[in-house]
C-alpha cells in the first residue's frame, strides 16, 4: 500500500518568514495530493490539493509544488503570520484505490510573533 | 446546515467494554471514512466505505467493526479486543469518483479507557 513520508514533525519559524514542508510517496500511481491543517481541538481542514497533472498550484500565501519523478510534494507557506500555528498534514491518494486518503505524520508549525 | 456530526465528543470506557461511535453526515456523500489519531502522529484508516451496505478494512481495522445501513450514517464500535483504544477518532466523508476528492471531517470523539 501507499505510505507517506513527512518532515519536519516541527518547524518554528519568525513572523513574516517562510515555512517549507515536505512530503514524499511510495505509491507511484498516486495522483491526488491534498493538505490538511488541523488547529488545536479542531478537525482537520482542506487547505490546498494538486492533481499529478500539474507541477504547481499557488493560493494567496501558500503554494503546493510536486515532482512526480522524485516522487515528492511540498507545501510552503510565506509571509507566516500567527494564525498559521497549527499541525499540517500531507496526504496521497490515487483514483483506482477508491480516492481513500494515506496521510503523513504531520508538522507542527509554531509561527512566533 | 451542511456537514459531519460526531457524537460524543468525550466518551470513557471500561476495560473489557465495547463502545460504539457515532457519525452523520447530511452532504448526500457516498464514501465514509474512520481515521485514528494518536499524540504526535498522522492520521490512520480504520474503516472505509463507498456505498451502502459494504465497506473495507483500512490499515488497522483489528479490533474495530463497521456498519453503513444508511447512506448519512457510519457507526464505528471499538471492542474489547482492541488493545490500546485510548485515541482521537476522526469521521470523514467525500464524494465518490474522478481524481482526487476533498475528504470533510467532523470534530472528532476523543475515547479513553478508565
Known amino acids: ?5 513527512q518532515h519536519p514533525s516541527t518547524l518554528s519559524v519568525q513572523e513574516g518568514d517562510s515555512a517549507v514542508i515536505k512530503c514524499t510517496y511510495s505509491d507511484s500511481a498516486s495522483n491526488y495530493f491534498p493538505w490538511y491543517k488541523q488547529e488545536l481541538g479542531k478537525r ?20 503546493v509544488t510536486l515532482n512526480k519523478t522524485a516522487k515528492h510534494f ?33 508538522t507542527r508549525v509554531l509561527v512566533k510573533p | 446546515d451542511g456537514g459531519i456530526t460526531q457524537s460524543p465528543k468525550y466518551l470513557f470506557r471500561k476495560e473489557g467494554q465495547n463502545v460504539t ?38 490499515d488497522i481495522a483489528e479490533g474495530y467493526s463497521v456498519s453503513r445501513e444508511k447512506k448519512e ?3 464505528l464500535t471499538v471492542t474489547s479486543a482492541q ?11 467525500s ?10 471531517f467532523g470534530q472528532g470523539t476523543r475515547l479513553t479507557v478508565v
Open chain 1, 1 to 5: 500500500g501507499e505510505n507517506v513520508e
Open chain 1, 44 to 63: 482537520p481542514q482542506l487547505i490546498i490539493d494538486i492533481r499529478s497533472n500539474v507541477g504547481e498550484k499557488k493560493d494567496q500565501r501558500i503554494a
Open chain 1, 74 to 106: 511540498s507545501l510552503h507557506i510565506t509571509e507566516t503570520q500567527p494564525e498559521d500555528s497549527a499541525v499540517y498534514f500531507c496526504a496521497a491518494s490515487r483514483e483506482a484505490a477508491g480516492n481513500k486518503l494515506t496521510f503523513g505524520g504531520g
Open chain 2, 21 to 58: 461511535l457515532s457519525c452523520e453526515q447530511n452532504l448526500n456523500h457516498d464514501a465514509m471514512y474512520w481515521y485514528r489519531q494518536d499524540p504526535g502522529q498522522g492520521l490512520r484508516l480504520i474503516y472505509y466505505s463507498q456505498i451502502v451496505n459494504d465497506f473495507q478494512k483500512g
Open chain 2, 73 to 75: 450514517s457510519f457507526p
Open chain 2, 83 to 93: 488493545k490500546n483504544p485510548t485515541a482521537f477518532y476522526l469521521c470523514a466523508s
Open chain 2, 95 to 104: 464524494i465518490v469518483g474522478g481524481v482526487g476528492t476533498e475528504a470533510f
